[in-house]
């Protein structure tokens, strides 16, 4: 029987008879040709398998009739015996006896697996994607993001939430009619959906009170930037019967901290293979809550300190994330923040209203939630009363005749209510400190790529 | 601070210092109003939440200045003294003291939630799908999903395999180009992914070696039956180093009994509202696993014995799967059923061949998976051999230049493999004996249905 790299570095292989490792005559082993070497008539091939690398030693003497045929990348099946080896990786290699080849890899490779996936550019791993995930630096973005995504639903389920799947082709978008990829259905238009806005409120309304998602998403946006993605994986929430987004603030705080301790005890050699470090869970509950125009304050403030003045902030930008993110830091001890109380006209229809004190309600219970420089959530609450929604609909130059759905989830008793949606693909990024968020989606869509 | 319903009728709510819920003078909840009946003076009104329903009682002395104005599935905060009651839903009810209307429904609403599910139609209950969404046995079909797909992946993850999320929009279709919803991808078409078969394989040669992957998949299929969906999750699995459809048939038995084991666990009331059953977790082990022409056979015979002769089968169809699974019920116990090695002609171009003696290769390594009358997965070995692939593929009527990036898969080192997908909404149906698999979408896309 098969057993894996990790069993027979970590001597937890024995058989039947309790003997260890090293006892054992007759291991088996399989995996991808990661590397090859000759010497002195030997042959040194490591192995690649989903748990690490393993040393194969290949004398002239093994019955090994297929050596010279071997590829990098090939697939390969050995038997042999374990001995301790100090030079090889990780102290033990496997003294070969008889090996097969399952899959010859063709001799030419158009990525170099085995090398530094620092030295290849982002096109190159992206065009070639079907082999530059065979790296394991690469690969490893994507055991974390399963631990992110298994974690965020885990810690949710513990607070009593609901995982719902909910329809991706919609008659609209709840966010507004741009940006939205159109599909023909049949003898008609849908659209793909920007988020599950809609079906998370709906589903709140049912009575399942607290939900949560996790689908992909689509944009439309023409700009190509390392911080876009027209289809990406949303991590969405959504929960009834709260006061403020200030509730859902320290829900996602909640989410945030489980999220870095699962992936501190889960991949923490992922985590230092991007030489990157993970917040302590315990720090998550530090950072700070700042509205709208102290945030934009404090941004003018930090630009003027960094660079001598750089004008005044009138929107949070890329650059102010950033700057924010930096103070958060710095005063804190996390680079994470959140800016609540964003004005009106910066957020969706649906946004509940705040009034400041001068009457005039141009604020809203909305929010972001900033990490390492990078916008990683939107959030807020959404209005729930049917006559205000009513109300607020011509100011967005919407009709009710319009949204006869979204009119019917509030005219039938609906509690008050918000959510907020976490880019995985973002998050993601942030924890390793990659450069680019499309290195933290497996098959990534931009303006100019579908393939593979 | 509010709590739930259950909290109250399990008695688990206690104060600060220890008192009973009893004893407790300024208990609040919050939910729908279920119902609402006038007897002598008093207004007894059954408030649905997240975890059951609790009867209030509002007298003319409890201070509830909106009381004439509630609605059915209005949405109320209240604040009371709990009180045994026998007659009460669950022995306890709430004696109010104060009530607010946080959200009021109009009268006239067009689904009656309270009402028995089964008085409506389909197409009334998916026409009004915000509300019909609010019938706790209807919605306790979602969370008998939740279920399925939390343990469908807590399995997977207990043997090794690494969550994935793919890209929807592909370029074109593996199962071939027909049935595939088009895209307006900026300058040009992509299509709706139909599974993530391309995909998961890549992730298995990338090193991943075993996946699984939650996601939506679509077809553009014109029929409208009660066992299809234009959009459905799809609950995909993939395997390397396999021997043969056998090893996906034992981890599917795996998944299943899990599963089972769960929605025992948390959804037995659930299933108990559908008077339905669990197959027992254990009986999951007992499946046959029966080859295809032994499958036509035994259908065969067991229609001629429940009609008197009903003539040969020549393909599993509905009918077919009623029978085998009736069958395996009789026979084994459990109306679940693995048929294998399918001809070659029913399966696509990329499932592993199998000799069956007569040097043909007319078999396949590959199977479907029964259940209570119903196909709820198709699965099997892939072809991994980059020139067995080349050869086989005119005979599909395909071109290798059509196909580069599949071939690039196997072209550098793809080792033996193989996977399956389980239709999450059809194993809710046969979970729950729901009639038509539109129940078990929470916002169903049929021909016809886009909305809400």
Redesign the interface.
Known sequence: M?VLAKDILEGTVTGASGQSSEELCSIEV????HRIRELGGITFVIL???SGVLQLVLQDTATVPEKPGL?L???IWARGIPARNEKAPGGTELRVSSLEV?????PD?PYQVNEDAAKTGLESILDN???S??N?KI?SI??V??TI??AF?AYL?SQ?F??????????GGTEGGTEL??????D?K?C?AQSPQ??KE??V??????VFE???AYR?E?HDTPRHLN?Y?SLDVEMG?IDSEKDLIELEKGVLAHVFEEVLRKNSNDVAAWNSTVPAPALVEKAPTVPYDEAMKIATEEAAKSKGGAGKFFDINPEAERLLCAWAGREHGIELIFVNQFPRRHRPFYTYPLDLGDGKAASTMSFDCLFRGLEITTGGKRQ???NAFLEVLPRFGLKPEDME?YL?????????HGGFAIG?ERLTQKILGLANVKEA?????D?KR???
């Open positions: 098969r399989a995996g991808w040709v690649r398998d989903r590829t990348e090939s697939v399952l899959s010859r890899a063709v490779l994607r079907t082999l995930l065979r394991p690969r994507f055991k993001q399963a995504i298994e639903a389920r009593d609901t995982e719902i799947k909910t329809s991706k082709l919609v008659a990829f159109e599909v023909e259905y049949f008609r849908v793909l809609f079906y709906t589903m309304a049912s009575g399942l009170e607290r996790i689908a992909p439309a023409k289809e994986v019967f729930h009363d049917y759905n019917a989830l509030l005219k039938y008793g609906c509690p008050p995985c989606s497996l098959f990534p869509r303006r579908v393939t593979p």
